[in-house]
Protein backbone atom coordinates (compact mmCIF):
# COMPACT_ATOMS: atom_id res chain seq x y z
CA UNK A 1 0.00 0.00 0.00
CA UNK A 2 2.67 1.97 0.96
CA UNK A 3 4.60 1.79 -2.64
CA UNK A 4 1.63 2.41 -4.39
CA UNK A 5 0.52 5.59 -2.19
CA UNK A 6 4.77 6.90 -3.50
CA UNK A 7 3.60 5.67 -7.03
CA UNK A 8 0.77 7.92 -7.44
CA UNK A 9 2.20 10.97 -5.83
CA UNK A 10 4.75 10.95 -8.04
CA UNK A 11 2.66 11.01 -10.91
CA UNK A 12 0.99 13.58 -10.01
CA UNK A 13 4.18 15.74 -9.61
CA UNK A 14 3.91 15.94 -13.27
CA UNK A 15 2.93 18.71 -14.77
CA UNK A 16 1.10 18.82 -17.96
CA UNK A 17 3.53 19.18 -21.30
CA UNK A 18 3.18 23.00 -22.66
CA UNK A 19 2.70 21.13 -26.79
CA UNK A 20 -0.59 20.10 -25.19
CA UNK A 21 -1.59 23.56 -23.56
CA UNK A 22 -0.93 25.25 -26.86
CA UNK A 23 -2.53 23.12 -28.93
CA UNK A 24 -6.10 24.19 -28.92
CA UNK A 25 -7.50 21.39 -31.68
CA UNK A 26 -7.16 17.91 -32.32
CA UNK A 27 -8.64 15.05 -34.66
CA UNK A 28 -10.69 12.49 -33.03
CA UNK A 29 -10.56 9.60 -36.07
CA UNK A 30 -13.19 7.07 -35.00
CA UNK A 31 -13.20 4.41 -38.36
CA UNK A 32 -14.22 0.48 -37.39
CA UNK A 33 -16.59 -1.89 -38.54
CA UNK A 34 -19.12 -0.09 -37.37
CA UNK A 35 -18.70 2.70 -40.18
CA UNK A 36 -19.58 -0.07 -42.78
CA UNK A 37 -23.34 0.10 -41.96
CA UNK A 38 -22.79 3.52 -40.45
CA UNK A 39 -26.11 4.01 -39.15
CA UNK A 40 -27.57 5.59 -35.80
CA UNK A 41 -30.59 7.22 -34.75
CA UNK A 42 -30.31 10.74 -35.05
CA UNK A 43 -34.00 11.72 -33.66
CA UNK A 44 -34.61 10.61 -30.27
CA UNK A 45 -33.46 12.01 -26.98
CA UNK A 46 -30.62 9.95 -26.01
CA UNK A 47 -29.12 12.41 -23.36
CA UNK A 48 -32.68 12.59 -21.74
CA UNK A 49 -33.59 9.05 -21.79
CA UNK A 50 -30.21 8.59 -19.38
CA UNK A 51 -30.83 11.21 -17.16
CA UNK A 52 -34.32 9.81 -16.90
CA UNK A 53 -32.83 6.22 -15.58
CA UNK A 54 -34.26 4.38 -18.84
CA UNK A 55 -33.57 0.89 -18.78
CA UNK A 56 -32.91 0.75 -22.58
CA UNK A 57 -31.56 4.03 -23.24
CA UNK A 58 -28.47 2.66 -24.98
CA UNK A 59 -30.92 1.11 -27.50
CA UNK A 60 -31.70 4.52 -28.92
CA UNK A 61 -27.59 5.72 -28.47
CA UNK A 62 -26.85 8.86 -31.70
CA UNK A 63 -22.82 6.75 -32.05
CA UNK A 64 -22.35 4.94 -34.81
CA UNK A 65 -19.55 2.65 -32.84
CA UNK A 66 -22.29 1.78 -30.35
CA UNK A 67 -23.91 -0.91 -33.12
CA UNK A 68 -23.08 -3.81 -32.58
CA UNK A 69 -24.81 -3.21 -28.73
CA UNK A 70 -27.62 -1.44 -30.25
CA UNK A 71 -28.35 -4.13 -32.65
CA UNK A 72 -29.28 -6.55 -29.13
CA UNK A 73 -32.38 -4.74 -28.70
CA UNK A 74 -35.24 -6.36 -30.91
CA UNK A 75 -36.92 -3.05 -30.62
CA UNK A 76 -34.05 -0.58 -31.29
CA UNK A 77 -34.07 1.75 -34.67
CA UNK A 78 -30.83 -0.29 -35.56
CA UNK A 79 -32.13 -3.41 -35.41
CA UNK A 80 -34.89 -2.38 -37.79
CA UNK A 81 -32.40 -0.87 -40.02
CA UNK A 82 -29.96 -4.54 -40.23
CA UNK A 83 -33.13 -6.35 -40.68
CA UNK A 84 -34.15 -4.20 -43.71
CA UNK A 85 -30.69 -3.90 -45.15
CA UNK A 86 -28.53 -6.89 -44.08
CA UNK A 87 -30.92 -9.27 -42.18
CA UNK A 88 -29.61 -11.90 -39.90
CA UNK A 89 -25.88 -11.04 -40.96
CA UNK A 90 -23.60 -11.18 -37.62
CA UNK A 91 -22.46 -7.89 -36.67
CA UNK A 92 -18.61 -9.89 -37.03
CA UNK A 93 -19.02 -10.05 -40.62
CA UNK A 94 -18.99 -6.08 -41.35
CA UNK A 95 -15.12 -6.49 -41.02
CA UNK A 96 -13.90 -8.21 -44.23
CA UNK A 97 -16.40 -5.26 -45.99
CA UNK A 98 -14.12 -3.24 -43.78
CA UNK A 99 -10.70 -4.68 -44.19
CA UNK A 100 -11.42 -4.72 -48.18
CA UNK A 101 -12.57 -1.32 -48.32
CA UNK A 102 -8.52 -0.29 -47.01
CA UNK A 103 -7.42 -0.78 -50.59
CA UNK A 104 -8.56 2.94 -51.54
CA UNK A 105 -7.34 4.27 -48.16
CA UNK A 106 -4.80 6.91 -48.10
CA UNK A 107 -3.34 8.08 -44.55
CA UNK A 108 -1.47 10.94 -46.27
CA UNK A 109 -4.10 12.52 -47.43
CA UNK A 110 -5.84 12.19 -44.32
CA UNK A 111 -3.31 13.67 -42.29
CA UNK A 112 -2.34 16.77 -44.77
CA UNK A 113 -6.12 17.50 -44.45
CA UNK A 114 -6.29 17.47 -41.00
CA UNK A 115 -2.73 19.55 -40.58
CA UNK A 116 -4.49 22.03 -42.73
CA UNK A 117 -6.73 22.81 -39.98
CA UNK A 118 -4.17 24.20 -37.47
CA UNK A 119 -4.81 20.76 -35.36
CA UNK A 120 -1.46 19.84 -33.48
CA UNK A 121 -2.66 16.35 -32.62
CA UNK A 122 -4.43 13.29 -33.73
CA UNK A 123 -5.84 10.70 -31.86
CA UNK A 124 -6.54 7.24 -33.56
CA UNK A 125 -9.31 4.93 -32.39
CA UNK A 126 -6.92 1.80 -32.18
CA UNK A 127 -9.84 -0.42 -30.52
CA UNK A 128 -13.69 0.22 -29.69
CA UNK A 129 -15.84 -1.44 -27.61
CA UNK A 130 -16.94 -4.55 -30.10
CA UNK A 131 -12.81 -5.09 -29.57
CA UNK A 132 -11.72 -5.17 -33.39
CA UNK A 133 -7.85 -3.78 -33.27
CA UNK A 134 -6.54 -1.26 -36.09
CA UNK A 135 -2.99 -2.78 -36.10
CA UNK A 136 -2.14 -6.15 -36.36
CA UNK A 137 -1.62 -6.69 -32.71
CA UNK A 138 0.12 -10.40 -31.65
CA UNK A 139 -1.51 -10.06 -28.34
CA UNK A 140 -4.15 -12.92 -29.35
CA UNK A 141 -8.14 -12.39 -28.99
CA UNK A 142 -8.77 -15.72 -27.39
CA UNK A 143 -12.87 -15.24 -27.81
CA UNK A 144 -12.49 -14.21 -31.98
CA UNK A 145 -9.05 -15.02 -33.28
CA UNK A 146 -7.86 -12.65 -35.79
CA UNK A 147 -9.82 -9.67 -35.03
CA UNK A 148 -8.11 -7.31 -35.90
CA UNK A 149 -6.48 -5.61 -39.54
CA UNK A 150 -4.17 -6.99 -41.50
CA UNK A 151 -3.06 -3.60 -42.42
CA UNK A 152 -0.87 -1.40 -39.99
CA UNK A 153 -3.61 1.57 -39.75
CA UNK A 154 -2.35 2.72 -36.62
CA UNK A 155 1.81 2.28 -37.93
CA UNK A 156 0.77 3.85 -41.23
CA UNK A 157 -1.35 6.96 -40.15
CA UNK A 158 1.07 7.58 -37.35
CA UNK A 159 3.91 7.93 -40.09
CA UNK A 160 1.76 10.10 -41.84
CA UNK A 161 0.82 12.45 -38.95
CA UNK A 162 4.13 12.79 -37.43
CA UNK A 163 5.28 13.48 -41.26
CA UNK A 164 2.56 16.73 -41.40
CA UNK A 165 4.52 17.85 -37.92
CA UNK A 166 1.36 17.15 -35.80
CA UNK A 167 1.79 14.33 -33.00
CA UNK A 168 0.27 10.92 -32.42
CA UNK A 169 -2.08 9.61 -30.30
CA UNK A 170 -3.72 6.35 -29.62
CA UNK A 171 -7.52 5.71 -28.50
CA UNK A 172 -7.88 2.56 -26.67
CA UNK A 173 -11.57 1.17 -25.04
CA UNK A 174 -10.36 -0.35 -21.96
CA UNK A 175 -13.63 -0.56 -20.18
CA UNK A 176 -15.74 -2.57 -22.62
CA UNK A 177 -14.67 -5.40 -25.15
CA UNK A 178 -17.42 -6.91 -26.44
CA UNK A 179 -15.63 -9.85 -27.58
CA UNK A 180 -15.34 -10.53 -24.44
CA UNK A 181 -18.22 -9.94 -22.25
CA UNK A 182 -21.57 -9.15 -24.68
CA UNK A 183 -24.19 -8.29 -22.37
CA UNK A 184 -26.41 -5.67 -23.60
CA UNK A 185 -25.86 -2.51 -22.33
CA UNK A 186 -29.22 -0.29 -21.50
CA UNK A 187 -27.82 1.58 -18.55
CA UNK A 188 -24.74 3.32 -17.62
CA UNK A 189 -25.10 0.46 -14.51
CA UNK A 190 -25.36 -2.32 -17.38
CA UNK A 191 -22.25 -0.78 -19.03
CA UNK A 192 -19.87 -0.77 -15.47
CA UNK A 193 -21.77 -4.20 -15.18
CA UNK A 194 -20.57 -5.36 -18.53
CA UNK A 195 -16.21 -4.76 -17.96
CA UNK A 196 -14.85 -7.64 -18.60
CA UNK A 197 -12.87 -9.00 -15.39
CA UNK A 198 -10.63 -12.36 -15.13
CA UNK A 199 -8.19 -12.39 -18.30
CA UNK A 200 -9.29 -9.04 -19.79
CA UNK A 201 -7.32 -7.25 -17.72
CA UNK A 202 -3.91 -8.56 -18.28
CA UNK A 203 -4.95 -8.65 -21.97
CA UNK A 204 -5.61 -4.87 -22.32
CA UNK A 205 -2.64 -3.86 -20.10
CA UNK A 206 -0.33 -6.17 -22.99
CA UNK A 207 -2.08 -4.37 -25.79
CA UNK A 208 -2.00 -0.77 -24.03
CA UNK A 209 1.76 -1.75 -23.71
CA UNK A 210 2.40 -2.98 -27.34
CA UNK A 211 0.67 0.20 -28.77
CA UNK A 212 3.10 2.22 -26.38
CA UNK A 213 6.28 -0.31 -27.64
CA UNK A 214 5.53 0.19 -30.92
CA UNK A 215 3.86 3.25 -31.50
CA UNK A 216 5.37 6.22 -28.50
CA UNK A 217 2.08 8.14 -28.77
CA UNK A 218 2.09 11.74 -27.57
CA UNK A 219 -1.22 10.64 -26.41
CA UNK A 220 -2.69 7.98 -24.00
CA UNK A 221 -6.78 7.79 -24.64
CA UNK A 222 -8.86 5.38 -22.51
CA UNK A 223 -12.57 5.30 -22.57
CA UNK A 224 -14.95 4.14 -19.87
CA UNK A 225 -12.85 2.60 -17.17
CA UNK A 226 -10.04 0.56 -16.79
CA UNK A 227 -10.17 -3.14 -15.84
CA UNK A 228 -7.34 -3.60 -13.66
CA UNK A 229 -6.53 -1.87 -9.92
CA UNK A 230 -4.84 1.01 -9.18
CA UNK A 231 -1.39 0.04 -8.12
CA UNK A 232 -1.06 -1.73 -11.96
CA UNK A 233 -2.07 1.24 -13.14
CA UNK A 234 -0.15 3.61 -11.69
CA UNK A 235 3.09 1.59 -13.13
CA UNK A 236 1.28 0.88 -16.63
CA UNK A 237 1.71 5.30 -16.59
CA UNK A 238 4.79 5.25 -14.97
CA UNK A 239 6.40 3.03 -18.24
CA UNK A 240 4.42 5.30 -20.49
CA UNK A 241 5.89 8.32 -19.20
CA UNK A 242 9.46 6.69 -19.25
CA UNK A 243 9.08 6.19 -23.26
CA UNK A 244 7.00 9.42 -23.80
CA UNK A 245 8.57 11.49 -21.17
CA UNK A 246 5.72 14.44 -22.82
CA UNK A 247 3.07 12.25 -23.55
CA UNK A 248 -0.80 12.95 -21.64
CA UNK A 249 -3.56 10.65 -20.29
CA UNK A 250 -7.07 11.61 -20.08
CA UNK A 251 -9.52 11.23 -17.23
CA UNK A 252 -11.36 7.92 -18.14
CA UNK A 253 -9.16 5.50 -16.06
CA UNK A 254 -10.86 4.92 -13.43
CA UNK A 255 -9.04 1.90 -12.05
CA UNK A 256 -10.92 -0.93 -10.91
CA UNK A 257 -12.79 -1.11 -7.26
CA UNK A 258 -15.55 -2.78 -5.12
CA UNK A 259 -17.52 -0.09 -5.98
CA UNK A 260 -17.45 -0.95 -9.42
CA UNK A 261 -18.46 -4.55 -8.40
CA UNK A 262 -21.75 -2.89 -7.11
CA UNK A 263 -23.17 -3.11 -10.47
CA UNK A 264 -23.86 -6.50 -10.50
CA UNK A 265 -26.40 -6.64 -7.88
CA UNK A 266 -29.79 -4.78 -8.76
CA UNK A 267 -29.86 -2.04 -5.58
CA UNK A 268 -25.68 -1.71 -6.53
CA UNK A 269 -26.58 -0.61 -9.85
CA UNK A 270 -29.39 1.57 -9.20
CA UNK A 271 -27.79 3.40 -6.93
CA UNK A 272 -24.62 3.58 -9.73
CA UNK A 273 -27.73 5.00 -11.96
CA UNK A 274 -28.71 7.89 -9.82
CA UNK A 275 -25.40 9.08 -9.34
CA UNK A 276 -24.74 9.31 -13.33
CA UNK A 277 -28.21 10.85 -14.00
CA UNK A 278 -27.56 13.36 -11.28
CA UNK A 279 -24.15 14.34 -12.26
CA UNK A 280 -25.26 14.51 -15.97
CA UNK A 281 -28.04 16.45 -15.14
CA UNK A 282 -26.12 18.96 -12.94
CA UNK A 283 -23.67 19.08 -15.76
CA UNK A 284 -25.60 19.79 -18.71
CA UNK A 285 -23.76 16.87 -20.23
CA UNK A 286 -21.18 14.20 -19.72
CA UNK A 287 -18.44 14.50 -17.68
CA UNK A 288 -16.33 11.31 -16.32
CA UNK A 289 -16.40 10.92 -13.14
CA UNK A 290 -12.58 11.66 -11.48
CA UNK A 291 -10.16 8.67 -11.42
CA UNK A 292 -7.07 9.12 -9.02
CA UNK A 293 -5.15 10.10 -11.63
CA UNK A 294 -5.23 12.24 -15.12
CA UNK A 295 -3.43 15.00 -17.06
CA UNK A 296 -6.73 16.26 -18.09
CA UNK A 297 -10.75 16.40 -17.89
CA UNK A 298 -12.69 15.39 -21.23
CA UNK A 299 -16.31 16.49 -21.41
CA UNK A 300 -18.47 14.94 -23.74
CA UNK A 301 -20.23 17.48 -26.04
CA UNK A 302 -20.64 20.38 -24.22
CA UNK A 303 -18.30 23.02 -22.79
CA UNK A 304 -17.85 24.54 -19.53
CA UNK A 305 -19.31 28.25 -18.55
CA UNK A 306 -16.24 29.77 -17.67
CA UNK A 307 -12.34 29.14 -17.43
CA UNK A 308 -10.98 25.99 -16.04
CA UNK A 309 -7.86 25.72 -13.77
CA UNK A 310 -7.98 22.28 -14.40
CA UNK A 311 -6.60 21.22 -18.08
CA UNK A 312 -9.25 20.37 -19.91
CA UNK A 313 -10.54 18.44 -23.61
CA UNK A 314 -13.41 19.01 -25.00
CA UNK A 315 -14.31 15.94 -27.52
CA UNK A 316 -17.54 15.93 -30.20
CA UNK A 317 -18.14 14.71 -33.66
CA UNK A 318 -18.73 17.36 -36.19
CA UNK A 319 -22.53 15.78 -36.02
CA UNK A 320 -24.20 13.74 -33.37
CA UNK A 321 -21.83 10.58 -33.72
CA UNK A 322 -18.20 10.25 -33.58
CA UNK A 323 -18.26 7.39 -36.14
CA UNK A 324 -19.78 8.11 -39.94
CA UNK A 325 -23.24 8.39 -39.54
CA UNK A 326 -24.60 7.90 -43.41
CA UNK A 327 -28.54 9.24 -41.95
CA UNK A 328 -27.09 12.28 -40.76
CA UNK A 329 -29.00 14.95 -42.03
CA UNK A 330 -28.12 18.32 -42.91
CA UNK A 331 -29.16 20.02 -39.84
CA UNK A 332 -27.12 17.97 -37.25
CA UNK A 333 -23.87 19.07 -38.38
CA UNK A 334 -22.23 21.90 -36.69
CA UNK A 335 -22.51 25.20 -38.98
CA UNK A 336 -19.77 27.37 -40.24
CA UNK A 337 -20.32 29.78 -37.48
CA UNK A 338 -21.04 27.15 -34.67
CA UNK A 339 -17.94 25.45 -35.16
CA UNK A 340 -15.48 28.28 -35.26
CA UNK A 341 -17.06 29.63 -32.10
CA UNK A 342 -16.85 26.67 -30.22
CA UNK A 343 -13.31 26.63 -30.90
CA UNK A 344 -13.04 30.06 -29.50
CA UNK A 345 -15.23 29.42 -26.70
CA UNK A 346 -13.09 26.60 -25.69
CA UNK A 347 -9.78 28.05 -26.24
CA UNK A 348 -10.37 30.82 -24.47
CA UNK A 349 -11.68 28.72 -21.10
CA UNK A 350 -8.38 27.02 -21.20
CA UNK A 351 -9.43 23.98 -23.38
CA UNK A 352 -8.54 22.05 -26.55
CA UNK A 353 -11.08 20.59 -29.06
CA UNK A 354 -10.63 17.10 -29.82
CA UNK A 355 -13.11 16.99 -33.34
CA UNK A 356 -13.99 14.06 -34.24
CA UNK A 357 -13.93 12.78 -37.79
CA UNK A 358 -15.22 9.96 -39.28
CA UNK A 359 -14.48 8.01 -42.30
CA UNK A 360 -16.38 5.90 -44.11
CA UNK A 361 -16.23 2.24 -43.78
CA UNK A 362 -16.61 0.98 -47.21
CA UNK A 363 -14.28 3.49 -49.31
CA UNK A 364 -11.66 4.69 -46.24
CA UNK A 365 -13.35 8.63 -47.60
CA UNK A 366 -14.03 11.22 -45.43
CA UNK A 367 -17.69 12.58 -46.74
CA UNK A 368 -17.86 15.62 -48.14
CA UNK A 369 -20.20 17.14 -44.97
CA UNK A 370 -17.12 16.20 -42.67
CA UNK A 371 -14.57 17.99 -45.31
CA UNK A 372 -16.22 20.57 -45.53
CA UNK A 373 -16.17 21.60 -41.82
CA UNK A 374 -12.27 20.51 -42.07
CA UNK A 375 -12.12 23.17 -44.86
CA UNK A 376 -13.90 25.74 -42.91
CA UNK A 377 -11.09 25.39 -40.25
CA UNK A 378 -8.15 25.11 -42.65
CA UNK A 379 -9.66 28.85 -44.32
CA UNK A 380 -9.48 30.10 -40.81
CA UNK A 381 -6.30 28.62 -39.48
CA UNK A 382 -4.19 31.29 -40.93
CA UNK A 383 -6.41 33.96 -39.28
CA UNK A 384 -6.95 32.98 -36.03
CA UNK A 385 -3.51 30.81 -34.84
CA UNK A 386 -1.83 34.12 -33.41
CA UNK A 387 -5.38 33.92 -31.16
CA UNK A 388 -5.30 30.61 -30.24
CA UNK A 389 -2.34 28.85 -30.58
CA UNK A 390 -0.14 29.37 -27.77
CA UNK A 391 -2.38 31.28 -26.02
CA UNK A 392 -3.85 31.31 -22.52
CA UNK A 393 -7.07 32.33 -20.88
CA UNK A 394 -7.80 36.08 -19.92
CA UNK A 395 -8.95 36.94 -16.08
CA UNK A 396 -11.59 36.35 -17.65
CA UNK A 397 -13.10 34.11 -20.11
CA UNK A 398 -15.97 36.56 -21.18
CA UNK A 399 -19.57 37.14 -21.98
CA UNK A 400 -21.43 39.75 -23.65
CA UNK A 401 -20.84 42.98 -24.27
CA UNK A 402 -22.75 45.55 -23.36
CA UNK A 403 -24.51 45.36 -27.38
CA UNK A 404 -25.20 42.12 -26.54
CA UNK A 405 -22.29 40.73 -28.42
CA UNK A 406 -20.78 37.61 -27.60
CA UNK A 407 -17.25 38.15 -26.30
CA UNK A 408 -14.47 35.20 -25.70
CA UNK A 409 -10.47 36.33 -24.59
CA UNK A 410 -7.39 34.99 -24.81
CA UNK A 411 -4.19 36.66 -24.00
CA UNK A 412 -0.11 35.85 -24.95
CA UNK A 413 2.38 38.49 -22.79
CA UNK A 414 1.05 42.16 -23.49
CA UNK A 415 -1.54 41.01 -25.91
CA UNK A 416 -5.42 40.49 -25.54
CA UNK A 417 -7.23 39.05 -28.11
CA UNK A 418 -11.45 39.79 -27.72
CA UNK A 419 -12.89 37.16 -30.14
CA UNK A 420 -16.47 38.38 -31.39
CA UNK A 421 -19.45 36.28 -32.48
CA UNK A 422 -21.53 38.49 -35.17
CA UNK A 423 -20.34 41.98 -34.22
CA UNK A 424 -22.11 45.12 -34.97
CA UNK A 425 -21.13 48.37 -36.01
CA UNK A 426 -20.26 49.47 -32.15
CA UNK A 427 -18.96 47.38 -29.67
CA UNK A 428 -17.25 47.99 -25.96
CA UNK A 429 -14.68 45.96 -24.35
CA UNK A 430 -16.03 46.65 -20.72
CA UNK A 431 -13.61 44.62 -19.28
CA UNK A 432 -10.30 46.53 -20.36
CA UNK A 433 -9.67 49.70 -19.87
CA UNK A 434 -7.02 51.65 -22.02
CA UNK A 435 -3.45 53.13 -21.25
CA UNK A 436 -1.28 55.31 -22.90
CA UNK A 437 0.60 52.91 -24.95
CA UNK A 438 -2.88 50.97 -25.86
CA UNK A 439 -3.14 49.81 -29.52
CA UNK A 440 -6.20 48.57 -30.84
CA UNK A 441 -6.55 46.40 -34.36
CA UNK A 442 -7.47 43.97 -36.31
CA UNK A 443 -5.93 40.86 -36.11
CA UNK A 444 -3.60 40.96 -39.11
CA UNK A 445 -2.59 44.75 -38.73
CA UNK A 446 -5.43 46.94 -40.16
CA UNK A 447 -6.48 49.76 -37.64
CA UNK A 448 -10.07 49.93 -35.86
CA UNK A 449 -11.13 53.10 -34.82
CA UNK A 450 -11.68 53.47 -31.35
CA UNK A 451 -11.66 55.69 -27.77
CA UNK A 452 -11.71 55.29 -24.41
CA UNK A 453 -14.67 55.49 -22.14
CA UNK A 454 -15.94 55.42 -18.62
CA UNK A 455 -17.84 52.16 -19.98
CA UNK A 456 -14.32 50.75 -21.44
CA UNK A 457 -12.75 50.81 -24.85
CA UNK A 458 -15.01 51.10 -27.43
CA UNK A 459 -14.44 50.12 -31.01
CA UNK A 460 -16.63 51.18 -34.43
CA UNK A 461 -16.36 48.12 -36.77
CA UNK A 462 -17.03 48.56 -40.61
CA UNK A 463 -18.99 46.26 -42.26
CA UNK A 464 -18.07 43.00 -43.74
CA UNK A 465 -19.30 39.87 -45.55
CA UNK A 466 -18.35 37.36 -43.61
CA UNK A 467 -20.54 37.20 -40.47
CA UNK A 468 -20.34 33.20 -39.59
CA UNK A 469 -16.45 33.80 -38.81
CA UNK A 470 -15.52 35.64 -35.68
CA UNK A 471 -13.89 39.03 -35.67
CA UNK A 472 -10.64 39.06 -33.57
CA UNK A 473 -9.36 42.53 -32.36
CA UNK A 474 -5.89 42.55 -30.95
CA UNK A 475 -5.42 44.82 -27.75
CA UNK A 476 -1.93 45.61 -27.13
CA UNK A 477 -1.05 47.43 -23.18
CA UNK A 478 -4.22 47.82 -21.91
CA UNK A 479 -5.76 46.92 -18.69
CA UNK A 480 -7.82 44.73 -17.31
CA UNK A 481 -11.54 47.19 -15.50
CA UNK A 482 -13.25 45.67 -12.19
CA UNK A 483 -16.64 45.15 -13.65
CA UNK A 484 -17.88 43.52 -10.71
CA UNK A 485 -20.92 44.78 -8.98
Not at 243 to 267: F, Y
Not at 421 to 438: I, N
Request: net charge negative; aromatic share 12%.
Amino acid sequence: MASSRSSIAQLRRRQIPSWWQDAKLGIFVQWSPASVPAFAPREDDYSGQLIKGQSDAFAYSPYVEWYENSLRFDHSPVSAFHREHYGDLPYSAFAKTFEESMASWNPAAWASSFAATGARYVVLMTKHHDGYCLWPTEIENPHRPGWHSSRDVVGELAEAVRNEGMRFGIYYSGGLDWTFCDDTIGTPGDMIAAVPRGSYAEYAEAQVRELIDRYQPSVLWNDITWPSDGPALWKLFEDYYATVPDGVVNDRWMPWSPVMGLSHNTLGRKLIERFISQQTAASGGLIPPKPPYFDYRTPEYMTFPDVQRTPFECIRGIDNSFGYNAASAPEDFLSREALLWLLSDITAKGGNLLLSVGPRGVDGQISEEQQARLDWLAEWAPTIEQALQGTRPWVAAGDLTPEGTPIRYTTRGQKVFALLQSPGPKVTLSALSATSATAVELLGGDAVPWESSDSGIVMHLSERDDQDQPVVIEIHNAAARNTAK
